[in-house]
């Protein structure tokens, strides 16, 4: 039995199996043993208030009794098929409903190939090649998405720089690179490139940036007006920022959008919808060979994380969660701007109520730029110190959700408090 091993012995094991000692994701010195509800313990015991939510799924918490209730019956009747299941047909219905971009949709099992399949699509239309991103702007973990992601040299405007080894360097000569929320730019840029643009993929707000107002405006008018297909990546936003999506809260409908995290209910699930006569680009009969997008996946529309995602959206149609939602995040935005404020730091709470962390920097933030002039040190300490108080919270975001009490309010509020003091020191 390992019930008795502690954490740090968990993290020396880890350190001779796993390169850097993780999975690549959080921070590999946390081991989590167990969630339920809006609590995650590690496995020296220690429970925390989960801001870090899965990185992003679980609005609805760990292990909510109607979402375990609806995988334990699927379970019992099977775990995959690499065949049509009627629960991910229903998850599609309600999807291409609820998406203003969506006729139809293909599964996957990540975001990140969600949005590499959304990029090769919008070339299998267009016939062109190059695409368009915003620096800063995360898509995943295809030799394009990693183009320009996070910097550390500034190179000018449209050069792409390469953020991983391993990717040719042709790959860079088909990308092109603006700043977020620059819409003057954005339409210089499309006018020089626009018969070779495929693509413009974007999230609508941008890891945590906000668009400018007219500016997913301005993004959709262009694009419309060369024949450029305009991808949302939704992965994070999808369901989170409204029941519809960005699409809903921002009034712009692009051509394609990718989905995951909310819409698999913990589980691993992606999507890829839009337009249908882009993604009639996935059927061979209609669009004939050479236009035929190849794509298959072992676990694409698993029946199991299909039912999780169906019962999720059920219980966020419900009356009251996401104002719920909101409210608890606006109430966490509200206690860090008191407490940072009081404390005479300099800040910017940037992002949304369903999605926002604090940037350490006297200046307003509107792209990729603006973040680099927060001071990572004092990030890293706060961070850190709110994890020491009981908070699980990544280095770049946090996540409210909808079941946080009014008692983990104020334990919350009291942790920003403590770190605030910390860091004022």
């Known amino acids: 039995m390992d019930a008795h091993i502690s954490q740090e012995d968990w993290v020396g094991r880890a350190h001779k199996v796993l390169p850097a000692g993780g999975f690549g994701n959080f921070d590999p010195n946390y081991v989590i043993r167990e969630g339920q509800g809006i609590y ?9 208030i989960d801001f870090l939510i899965g990185s992003g799924p679980m609005v609805l918490g760990h292990g909510h009794p109607e979402v375990l209730e609806v995988v334990q019956e699927q379970v019992a009747k099977g775990m995959t098929f690499f065949a ?28 990140g190939e969600a949005d590499m399949y959304a990029i090769r699509l919008a070339r299998a239309y267009t016939g062109r090649d190059k695409i368009l991103k915003f620096e800063g702007g ?63 993929i974007v999230e609508p707000l941008q890891r945590l940036i906000p ?71 996935f059927d061979k009969v209609k669009v004939g060979k050479e236009g035929f997008t190849f794509q298959v996946g072992t676990l694409s529309g698993n029946p199991v994380a299909a039912a999780a995602g169906l019962k999720t ?31 005479g730091i300099d800040h910017q709470v940037v992002g949304d109520p369903t999605l926002f962390d604090v940037v350490f920097s006297p200046q307003a933030v509107t792209d990729y730029r603006g973040t680099m002039r927060g001071n990572t040190d004092i ?36 942790a920003i408090a403590t770190a605030a003091a910390h860091i004022a020191r």
């Open 40 to 48: 995650v313990w590690d496995e020296n015991g220690k429970k925390y």
């Open 84 to 111: 049509n299941n009627a629960r991910g047909i229903e998850l599609a219905e309600e999807i291409c409903d609820t998406m203003a971009c969506a006729d139809q949709l293909r599964y996957v099992s990540t975001g």
């Open 138 to 200: 995360y898509h995943g973990m295809s030799a394009e998405s990693l183009m320009s992601l996070a910097p550390d040299i500034l190179q000018n405007f449209p050069l792409a720089v390469p953020d991983s080894a391993g990717i040719p360097e042709a790959v860079r000569d088909n990308m092109l690179i603006a700043p977020f929320n620059d819409a003057d730019f954005m339409r210089q840029l499309i006018a020089e490139y626009a018969d070779q643009i495929a693509a413009v």
């Open 211 to 281: 668009p400018a107002p007219g500016f997913l405006e301005a993004l959709r008018e262009e694009t419309e007006k060369h024949g450029i297909v305009l991808i949302f990546d939704e992965v994070v936003t999808g369901f989170r920022l409204a029941y519809g999506g960005a699409q809903e809260k921002y009034g712009v409908t692009p051509d394609l959008c990718t989905l995951g995290k909310v819409i698999g209910g913990g589980f691993p699930l992606a999507a890829i919808a839009g337009k249908e006569p882009i993604m009639a680009h």
């Open 313 to 343: 959206l059920e219980i966020l149609r419900r009356p009251g969660q996401y104002e719920t939602f909101r409210s608890n995040g606006q109430f966490i935005i509200d206690s860090l701007k008191r407490h940072l404020s009081g404390a």
């Open 379 to 414: 990030a890293k300490s706060f961070n850190q110190k709110l994890r020491d108080e009981g908070l699980f919270k990544s280095d770049g975001k946090w996540y409210p959700s909808i079941p946080l009490s009014e008692e983990d309010l104020q334990m919350t509020d009291a």
